[in-house]
């Protein structure tokens, strides 16, 4: 059976690429850009060297950096308000996937009516959008090259995904150099985010052989920089790889969608605000090891693709990769979930909400219930 494949991304990959940013704004005849970015972004001093940069441009600017992390429904609309009355016909998004999802928002409403809530679910979004050049400073969502925006409906208590092929950023300008400054924590977390895309997306019912073939060299590379990373924020090389594996993964998730382990993390961030890319890793063992009962040979895909040493008894060759899992958020230092202040009296609650997730469509194991989900959550404690 055919299956498409679809990837619309121009970028420019290295070190000093944001010397490119002036002719791109040129080329857009830009008169009226808007850069966006968070606190963080700003205290790493990536947002003046973006500044920099639009200032060669001759444009007029406005700065929006009041982006949060998990940025909800209230700062997108904000954020749109201010675009709208500056004009602006050009954004420029730096940072992590909180900073570029927003700004993928904003320019959902600068050509389209209404609330961006109206937007949750796929292929809503009517017209074309801006030119949107986005500059990424975390390895982790690939926000900069996928289809999705992640947002929290803060009414709802819930977060919520708008996937549309029309908000792909024009350009990315991805540097290396911009992942330096993250924390160890912050690197661990963003980078478990992009394995589990790597794992769930490969094991995802809409996977496809494309889609595999980016799933599963994202998750190598992930596998052998990731700990690199951690361990020294300035190895360039681990750097280099993890923000190029994002690209590549990228392209493997946002055609073959993720699991249950992104439906958990939503419901986790929404209702504890929890960082995206920790609560995905307290509980992608667990979820692995529950879905191995579904897919035991895509489990041993993974796991030989990393150098996993099996029986060849595939009975036990499928628990292989989880357990491995865990020992990498052992090993870059995820906390466990009643580490993060979570406690067993909240299961039934997140329970509930997490089998309201879209996404656990695409998860292998189906017809998943509450009782397992709580399974889930219990060892993740
Ligand atoms: N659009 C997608 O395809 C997609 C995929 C997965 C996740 N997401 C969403 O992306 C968001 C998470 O993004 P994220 O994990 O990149 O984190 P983030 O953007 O929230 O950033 C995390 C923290 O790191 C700081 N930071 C970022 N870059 C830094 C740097 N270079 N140096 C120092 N500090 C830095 C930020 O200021 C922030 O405090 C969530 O809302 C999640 O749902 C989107
Ligand atoms: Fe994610």
Redesign the pocket.
């Given at each position: 059976m055919a299956s498409q494949f679809f990837v619309k991304s121009d970028v420019t990959f290295g070190v000093d690429a944001v010397k490119e940013l002036p002719k791109m704004l040129e080329e857009y005849k830009a008169k009226n850009v808007m850069i966006v970015?968070?606190?963080?972004?700003?205290?790493?001093g990536?947002a003046e060297k973006v500044i920099e940069e639009v200032k060669k441009a001759n444009v007029d600017i406005t700065i929006f950096d009041g982006?949060?992390?998990?940025?909800t429904n209230e700062v997108v609309e904000e954020a749109a308000e201010i675009a709208k009355k500056a004009n602006t016909d050009v954004f420029v998004a730096v940072?992590?996937?909180?900073?570029?999802?927003l700004t993928?928002a904003v320019n959902i409403l600068m050509t389209n009516p209404g609330k961006i809530g109206e937007y949750g679910g796929m292929n809503l979004v009517k017209e074309n959008v801006l030119p949107l050049i986005a500059i990424?400073?975390?390895a982790?969502?690939?926000?900069e090259?996928?289809?999705?925006?992640?947002?929290?409906d803060t009414q709802a208590v819930c977060?919520y995904?708008i996937i549309d092929n029309k908000i792909v950023a024009d350009k990315v300008i991805a540097d290396p150099e911009?992942?330096?400054?993250?924390?160890p924590s912050?690197t661990a977390?963003?980078g478990m985010?992009a394995i589990t895309?790597a794992v769930e997306s490969y094991i995802s019912n809409m996977a496809t052989p494309l889609t595999k073939y980016h799933s599963i060299r994202g998750l190598q590379i992930f596998y052998e920089n990731l700990p690199k990373a951690v361990e020294n924020g300035s190895d360039m090389k681990a750097r280099e790889q993890m923000m190029l594996g994002c690209i590549v993964a990228?392209f493997g998730?946002?055609n073959a969608n993720l699991g249950l382990v992104?439906g958990i993390?939503?419901t986790l961030?929404a209702h504890f605000h929890l960082?995206?890319?920790v609560a995905n890793a307290t509980v992608l063992p667990y979820v692995m090891e529950f879905n191995a009962e579904s897919c035991p040979e895509e489990m041993v895909e993974l796991a030989k693709a990393i150098n996993l040493s099996l029986t060849g008894n595939i009975e036990e060759d499928k628990y292989v990769l989880s357990k491995e899992l865990l020992n990498m958020t052992k090993k870059v230092g995820i906390k466990t979930l009643s580490e993060l202040g979570i406690k067993e009296d909240d299961f039934d609650m997140i329970a509930e909400d997490v089998l309201k997730e879209p996404v656990l469509g695409f998860n292998p194991r189906q017809n998943i219930t509450k009782e397992e989900v709580i399974g889930i959550l219990k060892k993740a404690l």
């Amino acid at each position: 059976m055919a299956s498409q494949f679809f990837v619309k991304s121009d970028v420019t990959f290295g070190v000093d690429a944001v010397k490119e940013l002036p002719k791109m704004l040129e080329e857009y005849k830009a008169k009226n850009v808007m850069i966006v970015y968070d606190n963080g972004v700003k205290m790493a001093g990536i947002a003046e060297k973006v500044i920099e940069e639009v200032k060669k441009a001759n444009v007029d600017i406005t700065i929006f950096d009041g982006v949060i992390p998990n940025p909800t429904n209230e700062v997108v609309e904000e954020a749109a308000e201010i675009a709208k009355k500056a004009n602006t016909d050009v954004f420029v998004a730096v940072g992590g996937g909180s900073s570029i999802d927003l700004t993928k928002a904003v320019n959902i409403l600068m050509t389209n009516p209404g609330k961006i809530g109206e937007y949750g679910g796929m292929n809503l979004v009517k017209e074309n959008v801006l030119p949107l050049i986005a500059i990424p400073t975390t390895a982790g969502t690939s926000s900069e090259i996928t289809n999705v925006v992640a947002l929290t409906d803060t009414q709802a208590v819930c977060k919520y995904v708008i996937i549309d092929n029309k908000i792909v950023a024009d350009k990315v300008i991805a540097d290396p150099e911009f992942t330096k400054t993250m924390p160890p924590s912050v690197t661990a977390a963003t980078g478990m985010d992009a394995i589990t895309h790597a794992v769930e997306s490969y094991i995802s019912n809409m996977a496809t052989p494309l889609t595999k073939y980016h799933s599963i060299r994202g998750l190598q590379i992930f596998y052998e920089n990731l700990p690199k990373a951690v361990e020294n924020g300035s190895d360039m090389k681990a750097r280099e790889q993890m923000m190029l594996g994002c690209i590549v993964a990228g392209f493997g998730f946002s055609n073959a969608n993720l699991g249950l382990v992104h439906g958990i993390a939503h419901t986790l961030s929404a209702h504890f605000h929890l960082a995206h890319g920790v609560a995905n890793a307290t509980v992608l063992p667990y979820v692995m090891e529950f879905n191995a009962e579904s897919c035991p040979e895509e489990m041993v895909e993974l796991a030989k693709a990393i150098n996993l040493s099996l029986t060849g008894n595939i009975e036990e060759d499928k628990y292989v990769l989880s357990k491995e899992l865990l020992n990498m958020t052992k090993k870059v230092g995820i906390k466990t979930l009643s580490e993060l202040g979570i406690k067993e009296d909240d299961f039934d609650m997140i329970a509930e909400d997490v089998l309201k997730e879209p996404v656990l469509g695409f998860n292998p194991r189906q017809n998943i219930t509450k009782e397992e989900v709580i399974g889930i959550l219990k060892k993740a404690l």
